[in-house]
Nanobody, 125 residues
Framework: QVQLVESGGGLVQAGGSLRLSCAAS????????MGWFRQAPGKEREFVAK????????YYTDSVKGRFTISRDNAKNTMYLQMNTLKPEDTAVYYC??????????????????WGQGTQVTVSS
C-alpha cells in the first residue's frame, strides 16, 4: 500500500518562493511517473508538472514554465516542486500523485494511481 504525503506549503507574498515535497512510504517504490496537480477554490484540479522516475524526463503546464522545477530523489522516495516567482493565481491546494501507466500521457488525474492529501499554497499580492 503506497502512501504519499505532501509538505512545504504555506503563505507567501507574490514574487516569493516555496519548495514542496512529496514523500512516499511503503515497500519498494518505483512508479513510472510522478506528478503535481493543484486545485484552486471553485475550480477543478489541474495538471502542473510531471517527471518520469527512471530517466527524469519533465513536462510542465504553460503557466508555470520557467518558474517551477520538478525533481526527484529516488533513494529517498521523494519528489519536489521548487516554485519561484509565485503569483496570486498559483494559490491552490497542491497534490502529488504517482502512477504506473506507461502508455498514458500523464497530464490527466486518471493517469495516476496514488494521491496525497494535499498541501495549501497561498500567494498574496
Amino acid at each position: 500500500q503506497v502512501q504519499l504525503v505532501e509538505s512545504g506549503g504555506g503563505l507567501v507574498q507574490a514574487g516569493g518562493s516555496l519548495r514542496l515535497s512529496c514523500a512516499a512510504s511503503g515497500r519498494t517504490f518505483s512508479p513510472y511517473r510522478m506528478g503535481w496537480f493543484r486545485q484552486a477554490p471553485g475550480k477543478e484540479r489541474e495538471f502542473v508538472a510531471k517527471i518520469t522516475w527512471g530517466a527524469g524526463s519533465t513536462y510542465y503546464t504553460d503557466s508555470v514554465k520557467g518558474r517551477f522545477t520538478i525533481s526527484r530523489d529516488n533513494a529517498k522516495n521523494t519528489m519536489y516542486l521548487q516554485m519561484n516567482t509565485l503569483k496570486p493565481e498559483d494559490t491552490a491546494v497542491y497534490y502529488c500523485a504517482a502512477g504506473n501507466n506507461v502508455r498514458r500521457v500523464g497530464v490527466r488525474d486518471d493517469d495516476y494511481d496514488y494521491w496525497g492529501q494535499g498541501t495549501q499554497v497561498t500567494v498574496s499580492s
